[in-house]
């Protein structure tokens, strides 16, 4: 039978087999303006479908070219965009707010047949959760950049159930989404009263006592771990910005603060758990034989300064020891250190615990995509 593993117990119908291109009556996309404008029609890129929705729109065109140049990209109200070059897959639906609208040409627009017979919701997240990459390979006409033609966009063939089974899915895929949106909005919020008070809180203390890293801590690139060498054992491995696998081994007892020295996350700072293997894309910033030093003190006057104009390499960006041993740092008494830290201790115990529920609705998520569409 044609049907998922988890559904609504009062539906038993096979899913139907349909092409896209048979439930619209619009596949088309747009193309590049050749002048963009301070302000006027949105203009839509690829980088503003986020999470499912149109976000941060900074390119606009004047109504000229909106009404003639780019007249058969003009989006409208329940429009699904789709993206079809650059990162594939992505998608969301043009609401009020969005227009008066245009996009490029690295955007399908989907304009369906009858909005009656379809849950938008539920068509957007089917087609976000749409094998882009297993279609491509059976595509024929796929050049250096993978990309999809509209052709191809209209034979994306997805299996979808009678109208009410979409309704009940779309809207239990809006609360989650909805609810996703709520923790992110809230965590974005702590993060930026947490920038906030940083940037108050290191300003008191910002010229006393300056001293180079290199003089009250021992810093060091660990050895690299081999991708083989993350899969067994017990002990987390922790690279640039987070746990990537685990090892029999570890080689740091104690947590650590860690500058992120490799690829785009270079300059972020993180504190490790204990017992774990720090692998060489962090910087260790060791201050266990110091006395002197906190390392809650120290990872948060890191992170109140910026450290991007440490990164170095233009390929590929990078943080080297010795620019690092030199960067200073203010540093005040052990019992100033310990006042100054617990300014931010609600805020450090509160943010890992609603970045964790946020992680738990996306794998909820996650499941929901895996078990309910086919």
Same mark, same amino acid.
């Given at each position: 039978?044609?049907?998922?593993?988890?559904?609504?117990?009062?539906?038993?119908?096979?899913?139907?087999?349909?092409?896209?291109?048979?439930?619209?009556?619009?596949?088309?996309?747009? &193309? &590049?303006?050749?002048?963009?404008?301070?302000?006027?029609?949105?203009?839509?890129?690829?980088?503003?479908?986020?999470?499912?929705?149109?976000?941060?729109?900074?390119?606009? @065109?004047?109504?000229?070219?909106?009404?003639?140049?780019?007249?058969?990209?003009?989006?409208?109200?329940?429009?699904?965009?789709?993206?079809?070059?650059?990162?594939?897959?992505?998608?969301?639906?043009?609401?009020?707010?969005?227009?008066?609208?245009? &996009?490029?040409?690295? /955007?399908?627009?989907?304009?369906?047949?009858?909005?009656?017979?379809?849950?938008?919701?539920?068509?957007?997240?089917?087609?976000?959760?749409?094998? *882009?990459?297993?279609?491509?390979?059976? /595509?024929?006409?796929?050049?250096?950049?993978?990309?999809?033609?509209?052709?191809?966009?209209?034979? *994306?063939?997805?299996? @979808?159930?009678?109208?009410?089974?979409?309704?009940?899915?779309?809207?239990?895929?809006?609360?989650?989404?909805?609810?996703?949106?709520?923790?992110?909005?809230?965590?974005?919020?702590?993060?930026?009263?947490?920038?906030?008070?940083?940037?108050?809180?290191?300003?008191?203390?910002?010229?006393?006592?300056?001293?180079?890293?290199?003089?009250?801590?021992?810093?060091?690139?660990?050895?690299?771990?081999?991708?083989?060498?993350?899969?067994?054992?017990?002990?987390?491995?922790?690279?640039?910005?987070?746990?990537?696998?685990?090892?029999?081994?570890?080689?740091?007892?104690?947590?650590?603060?860690?500058?992120? /020295?490799?690829?785009?996350?270079?300059?972020?700072?993180?504190?490790?758990?204990?017992?774990?293997?720090?692998?060489?894309?962090?910087?260790?910033?060791?201050?266990?034989?110091?006395?002197?030093?906190?390392?809650?003190?120290?990872?948060?006057?890191?992170?109140?300064?910026?450290?991007?104009?440490?990164?170095?390499?233009?390929?590929?960006?990078?943080?080297?020891?010795?620019?690092?041993?030199?960067?200073?740092?203010?540093?005040?008494?052990?019992?100033?250190?310990?006042?100054?830290?617990?300014?931010?201790?609600?805020?450090?115990?509160?943010?890992?615990?609603?970045?964790?529920?946020?992680?738990?609705?996306?794998?909820?998520?996650?499941?929901?995509?895996?078990?309910?569409?086919?």
């Amino acid at each position: 039978m044609n049907v998922p593993k988890l559904r609504f117990s009062e539906f038993s119908e096979n899913y139907k087999k349909i092409k896209l291109k048979n439930m619209t009556k619009l596949i088309t996309k747009g &193309t &590049t303006p050749r002048k963009y404008t301070d302000s006027g029609v949105n203009f839509i890129k690829v980088e503003n479908l986020l999470d499912n929705q149109i976000k941060n729109i900074n390119s606009y @065109i004047s109504y000229e070219t909106h009404n003639n140049e780019l007249k058969r990209s003009i989006l409208k109200e329940y429009d699904i965009l789709f993206s079809i070059a650059g990162a594939l897959g992505r998608t969301a639906i043009v609401t009020k707010e969005e227009l008066p609208a245009n &996009t490029n040409q690295a /955007c399908s627009i989907i304009r369906l047949d009858n909005l009656n017979d379809y849950n938008l919701y539920y068509l957007m997240e089917r087609l976000h959760h749409f094998d *882009i990459k297993s279609y491509i390979n059976k /595509c024929q006409s796929v050049g250096a950049q993978p990309n999809l033609s509209l052709e191809q966009v209209g034979n *994306i063939c997805i299996n @979808i159930p009678n109208k009410k089974e979409q309704d009940r899915v779309g809207r239990l895929i809006e609360l989650v989404n909805k609810k996703i949106e709520l923790q992110t909005k809230k965590i974005d919020a702590l993060k930026l009263f947490k920038k906030g008070l940083l940037k108050c809180e290191y300003n008191k203390i910002k010229s006393k006592n300056l001293s180079q890293l290199n003089n009250v801590a021992q810093i060091y690139q660990p050895r690299t771990l081999s991708q083989k060498q993350l899969k067994k054992g017990v002990y987390p491995v922790f690279g640039a910005n987070g746990i990537i696998g685990f090892n029999s081994n570890f080689n740091h007892k104690l947590p650590q603060i860690t500058i992120s /020295c490799r690829g785009e996350n270079s300059g972020s700072i993180n504190k490790t758990p204990e017992y774990c293997w720090i692998n060489g894309n962090s910087m260790v910033i060791n201050v266990d034989n110091n006395p002197n030093i906190n390392k809650d003190y120290l990872k948060l006057i890191l992170e109140s300064q910026n450290l991007k104009y440490l990164i170095s390499g233009s390929g590929q960006p990078q943080i080297i020891r010795s620019d690092i041993a030199k960067h200073k740092i203010p540093i005040i008494s052990i019992d100033e250190q310990l006042i100054y830290i617990k300014k931010f201790n609600l805020l450090e115990s509160k943010l890992p615990l609603e970045i964790s529920k946020l992680k738990k609705l996306n794998l909820l998520k996650k499941g929901l995509m895996q078990n309910m569409f086919i």
